[in-house]
């Protein structure tokens, strides 16, 4: 070549070289490994309390997984909601600056004639499409365990009512839709923190100390007026899925309170980006 | 420098757009609107017209901000913008839907049954018919739409003042304000009760209880949302899950009336006064105050005079020695020789209805 052309590389290509490189991490591995066994380690352990008849003590949604199968992925996933997911999406958001950081990557990837906001976009695509990834695997795992260890056909909902199995299927998905979107409603705010510094530790810390921290806002009557901003607040809205007929209003109002905290990190994380120098 | 600045800008434009839609998110719409306005209507007329509605098919959800500083029993503890959803279908047939935490208590009413589902032990209890003769006896009462409003509005006039104040919009709908006040006179400790009823299908969408020294009511059930129009008639059916135990209602509820029967037989009891400061004193077995209940978790079985110790107030008079539990809205008193008096009424008032007997 005599002329000197710069030229970008196809978005598409990169999006796949990040999401590549994410997955090649044995921490990765091993996190998305651990997490497609939560559902069959549960499935496996409410089969065995089932076989032993201790169905008593089971409340809200344990009292109606027992030989409920297609219910397994919904329980499970909502379990993950309180402190395995949020873990896994605060540690893929450490990794793709805070990690890439202290390994002195960022630096070469910040001198690259790259627009910040391009980079920021394919680290945080890294982040949302492993997300979901975990989230579709746990489902995936849920389901199949579900239906051999616990059995029955269709869905019992906690309004009585039973759901074919495709009704069923249905309801799994918008559960893993809506617990996608919360975790990256907090891996959002992680990125954000993860941009500011080369601790790859520090973004877990406070990641999780932000879930702890709301967590215990939440549970103080006297701070009732501080729930609707917390990010924790709507986790529990999922639930509304095993309900018969579904209810909208709640699970609306949870996706459009991660979708603040989206807005709120992202720009935070890219104005961040933007003055970075290594 | 430049890319500083566009820096700056970025963020505090996204973080203030954030924080304004998480708190748009939590206010309630139409909270700052101004009343709509509606024909002027009389008290008479506005009762009259609730009495003489049919509740048409609609579908609604219920909020309920209990304030009273104790948990009453047989409503569901949990306050909150949605703690049911109702479906009726103007003929009778109806669905209820109460939530417990991410379980559920379903009613079905399918015009000859009453299932009721419980989603924490999945168990299906059936009701059937037996209940249909109290509502045909109120339902004869009220055949007569213009009388009974007269004669309601008349039986609360004794002690009250009704008046129509005003309009207000309850989940999103214009409604008209019925506000029931004690007459200075009534020793109570509340101030009014007020009333919303849809303008339009003369449903009562609301009901507020406020007391003395509260800007906020102490209690307030109603709809949150709530639309009219056919409903899907899959609600008003329930077909029991496979491998669920049903259990037959109504066999088990003759023996709980008689029960029922029996025990208020021994509770002796009585009502002293009318109207706002009304009293019920009764008699509770001495058994039941020294009796043990059992407390879940780790904590040890407490007996209930020392749970009555915890929760209200030694006092002494010419009845013996009591507790009195105060709450916004009411006031009990239980004695140590199990006499207890109830009402929506200062101390004093409880001391004096057991004085009578």
């Known amino acids: 070549m005599s002329t000197l052309v710069v030229r970008r590389a196809p978005i598409t290509r990169v999006l796949r070289s990040e999401l590549r490189m994410v997955l090649r991490r044995p921490r990765t591995l091993i996190g998305l490994g651990l997490l497609a066994l939560v559902p069959v380690l549960m499935g496996i352990g409410i089969a065995i309390a089932t076989a032993n008849g201790e169905e008593g003590g089971a409340e809200g949604l344990a009292a109606l997984v027992i030989g409920n199968g297609m219910l397994l992925p919904i329980f499970a996933l ?39 906001g391009r980079l920021l976009a394919v680290k945080a695509f890294g982040v949302a499409s492993v997300t979901l990834i975990a989230v579709l695997l746990m489902a995936l795992t ?30 799994v998905l918008i559960t893993a839709l809506y617990v996608t979107l919360q975790v990256w409603a907090l891996a959002a705010v992680a990125l954000a923190v993860s941009a500011f510094t080369e601790h790859p530790l520090i973004v877990v810390v406070v990641s999780l100390g932000l879930v702890i921290v709301s967590g215990v806002l939440a549970a103080i009557p006297a701070l009732d007026w501080l729930d609707p901003v917390l990010v924790t607040t709507s986790w529990d809205a999922v639930s509304e899925v095993v309900r018969d007929p579904i209810e909208w209003g709640p699970l609306v109002e949870g996706g459009l309170r991660a979708l603040c905290y989206l807005v709120i990190g992202g720009s935070i994380a890219y104005s961040r980006m933007l003055t970075r120098d290594g | ?72 029993p047989g409503l569901p503890q949990a306050t909150g913008d949605n703690v049911a959803r109702v479906y009726t279908d103007g003929n ?71 008046a129509v104040d005003g309009t207000a919009r309850v989940a999103d709908r214009p409604v008209y304000q019925l506000v029931l006040t004690p007459k200075p006179t009534e020793r109570t400790l509340l101030r009014e009760v007020r009333v919303s009823i849809d303008s339009q299908t003369r449903v009562p969408l609301r009901l507020e209880v406020l007391a003395n020294g509260q800007s906020e009511p102490a209690l307030r059930i109603g709809f949150t949302e709530f639309s009219t129009g056919a409903q899907d ?12 135990k049903v259990t037959e209602g109504a066999a088990k509820d003759k023996g709980a009336k008689a029960d029922q029967e029996s025990l208020f037989k021994s509770a002796n009891l009585k009502i002293v006064g009318e109207g706002w400061d009304t009293v019920a004193t009764g008699q509770v077995p001495a058994a039941l105050l020294s009796a043990q209940i059992p ?5 040890a079985a407490a007996d209930v005079t020392s749970l009555l110790k915890r929760l209200g107030k030694e006092v002494n008079g010419p009845f013996g020695t009591g507790y009195v539990i105060s709450t916004k809205v009411g006031t009990a008193l239980v004695t140590t020789d199990g006499r207890v008096a109830v009402g929506a009424v200062p101390q004093q008032v409880l001391i004096d209805a057991l004085g009578q007997k």
């Open chain 1, 78 to 116: 909502s379990i993950a909601m309180a402190m395995l997911l949020p873990l896994t999406g605060a540690m893929l958001a450490a990794d793709a600056l805070a990690g890439e950081s202290a390994h002195g990557t960022l630096r070469g990837m910040l001198m690259a004639p790259v627009g910040r």
């Open chain 1, 142 to 171: 849920g389901i199949i365990s579900g239906v051999l260890l616990l059995g029955g056909d269709g869905m019992l909902t906690a309004s009585g009512t039973s759901l074919p199995f495709l009704d069923a299927l249905g309801r």
């Open chain 2, 1 to 72: 420098m430049d890319r500083k600045r566009t820096a700056l800008t970025v963020a505090a434009a996204g973080t203030a757009a954030g924080v304004a839609g998480l708190v748009l998110i939590a206010s309630p719409a139409g909270a700052d609107e101004t009343p709509p306005v509606l024909p002027p209507v009389s008290a008479e007329a506005l009762v009259q017209s609730v009495i003489q509605a049919d509740v048409p098919a609609l579908a609604g959800a219920v909020e309920l901000r209990n304030d009273i500083g104790l948990p009453i």
């Open chain 2, 92 to 162: 009778g047939r109806g669905r209820i839907s109460l939530k417990q935490g991410s379980g559920e208590r379903t009613f079905v009413q399918d015009g000859t049954t009453t299932w009721l589902w419980n989603s924490a032990n999945r168990s299906v209890t059936k009701f059937t018919g037996g209940e249909d003769k109290d509502g045909k006896d109120t339902a004869d009462k009220l055949s007569d739409p213009a009388t009974a409003a007269r004669e309601v509005v008349e039986l609360i006039k004794k002690d009250s003042t009704v």
């Open chain 2, 233 to 244: 008639p899959a609600l008003f059916t329930f077909t029991p899950p496979a491998g669920v």
């Open chain 2, 295 to 299: 407390q879940s978790g780790e904590r």
